[in-house]
């Protein structure tokens, strides 16, 4: 037993080598976690993989100090392989696995990165533990590895590493000091996220009514009378300032000012939203289904995951 590592990886490798360095030497094995370091799965491009996308320059510093002995990158321009080497190197038959993904569409990578949870921590079994990095990879992956935590509870510990000067210390594959104003390890703590499904009923309804505008009123009472216990308390006042007003997926015809036209509808957004309120993915992530473990095992067979043997 023991931590697995979700990570998005980029042109540094030090964006995921220097947490797990941290780790290893600041906190270790423990009888609660198991190993520290017990797998790490990289969600990253076809590109960097192929190391078409050319690594930034990586030393492999001592730990804690800028001093570099260890020559081994020289050369390397393949930020994956560095990554690998490097595992080899400090943790030796840790897990390592990667799943390539276009890291800037969001759908795709909510796929991908919700399918390798499940994978590791399905429902209904005790799971792995898993901590994200937010380090490396793009905006648009560490947005999805955050929304996933939130929404299934199943990473309850998401890190980052803060570099000062990146320019001239973004080499480093280890923590090079202790200055917190040069380097730091940083937790983000993970508190699971319940979902108000009166976002979606407000869709729905307005979705049914598809080609025609309702008031808000008009909307209001017919979420009353069909989810009295989740809209009895909602007023006018508070549906259209605290949902209508801020709700993606709805659209307001003409200024939401006082006074002016009060009339709403589905746009193109809400569409998209409900695709993935309804999808078995989604609802398997927030709870809200009982899936089997045949189920989630169909679910998430198409998960693009390959197991890299280190040393070779």
């Keep these: 037993m023991g931590i697995i590592h979700f990570a998005g990886l980029g042109k540094s490798p030090g964006a995921i080598t220097a947490g797990l360095s941290y780790l290893k030497n600041e906190v270790g094995d423990s009888p609660e976690y198991g190993k520290i370091v017990e797998g790490v ?90 901590w994200a990095n937010l380090t490396g990879g793009t905006n648009v992956l560490n947005a999805v590895l955050m929304q996933v935590a939130y929404f299934s509870g199943f990473i309850p510990i998401l890190y980052y590493t803060f570099v000062a000067n990146l320019k001239e210390d973004g080499k480093f594959l280890k923590p090079f000091s202790r200055n917190e104003n040069e380097f730091d390890f940083r937790k983000i703590y993970v508190f699971k996220t319940i979902f108000d499904k009166r976002y979606q009923y407000i869709l729905e309804e307005l979705e049914s009514n598809r080609g025609k505008w309702l008031t808000s009123s008009e909307l209001l009472n017919r979420l009353k009378g069909k989810y009295p216990a989740l809209f009895e308390n909602v007023d006018i006042v508070s549906f259209q300032r605290d949902f209508l007003n801020t709700m993606a997926g709805v659209e307001r015809k003409g200024s939401r000012t006082e006074g002016q036209e009060d009339l709403n509808s589905l746009n193109k957004d809400g569409e998209k939203i409900l695709e993935i309120i309804r ?6 992530l927030t709870r809200q289904n009982d899936y089997s473990l045949e189920e989630i095992e169909e679910l998430t067979k198409d998960l693009r995951i390959k197991k890299i043997e280190l040393g070779r």
């Design 279 to 284: 999808s078995p993915l989604f609802k398997v």
């Design 41 to 130: 799965v990289i969600f990253t491009s076809p590109e960097i993989v192929k190391g078409s996308e050319k690594a930034y320059p990586s030393v492999d510093n001592e730990y804690m100090s800028r001093t570099v002995r260890k020559r081994w990158t020289n050369g390397l321009e393949n930020s994956f392989e560095i990554v690998s080497e490097f595992l080899f190197r400090e943790f030796g038959d840790v897990n390592f696995y990667v799943c390539e993904v276009d890291v800037n569409d969001f759908s795709k990578c909510f796929e991908t990165v919700a399918k390798a949870l499940l994978k590791f921590h399905p429902p209904g079994k005790v799971g792995k533990h898993i």
